[in-house]
Antibody
């Protein structure tokens, strides 16, 4: 079945780095846009970044621009999020999600992973 | 950025009764080609979000027909007919017509 499994979360000190991974299975990964969404404790959902199917174009929320890098390896059916210069505001559950469209180039998330927790604290 | 505003922020409903959540966007989500890019998600406790409704009123595969969406341009509603215990969680609306993708603050539904 269609599945997304995140890994790589953990406790990191302010200013540190972390790389999240998302392993996809059960669908043709290279055909889909993919995205990272996060939910901070006590807060709502926040879109972080997405990449198109080839990985040649990427987009970021202003809050992470210049610090986070999204990438993918279609041969390995994997999505990544390199997070640098982490601050307390980045503490959250990070979800990997598949994006789909009904046409016309506008996308939404239809399949989500269970998430991986990132805690930034000294 | 498009601001999504949900009301109410919390809801307590007796099983079997209906529930309604409103979502208002700061800009129209209607594209010139006629589609409206408004979605509803439910995040149950301890679970990832799941898609309920896409493009205002289309139920996603496997979603109960107790859920329905309506609205246009900037004003949208999610209706739950006959609330059940499994409906507990936080409901979010989301827009995808403009980057960044933005969500409402979430509406927490609990059972009385």
């Amino acid at each position: 079945q269609v599945q997304l499994v995140e890994s790589g979360g953990g406790l990191v000190k302010p200013g540190g780095s972390l790389r999240l991974s998302c392993a996809a299975s059960g669908f043709s990964f290279s055909d889909y846009y993919m995205t990272w969404i996060r939910r901070a404790p006590g807060k709502g959902l926040e879109w972080v970044s997405y990449t198109i199917s080839s990985g040649s174009s990427t987009y970021y929320a202003d809050s992470v621009m210049g610090r986070f890098t999204i990438s993918r390896d279609n041969a390995k059916h994997s999505l990544y999020l390199q997070m640098n210069s982490l601050g307390a505001e980045d503490t959250a559950m990070y979800y990997c999600a598949r994006m789909t469209t009904t046409g016309n180039g506008y996308y939404y998330m239809d399949v989500w992973g269970k998430g991986t927790t990132v805690t930034v604290s000294s | 950025d498009i601001v999504m505003t949900q009301t109410p922020l919390s809801l307590s409903v007796t099983p079997g009764q209906p529930a309604s959540i409103s979502c208002r966007s700061s800009q129209s989500l209607l594209h010139s080609h006629g589609k409206t890019y408004l979605y509803w998600y439910l995040q149950r406790p301890g679970q990832p979000p799941q898609l309920l409704i896409y493009e205002v009123s289309n139920r996603f595969s496997g979603v109960s027909d107790r859920f329905s969406g309506s609205g246009s341009e900037t004003d949208f509603t999610l209706n739950i007919n006959r609330v059940e215990a499994e409906d507990v969680g936080v409901y979010y609306c989301m827009q995808s017509i403009h980057l960044p993708l933005t969500f409402g603050q979430g509406t927490r539904l609990e059972i009385k």
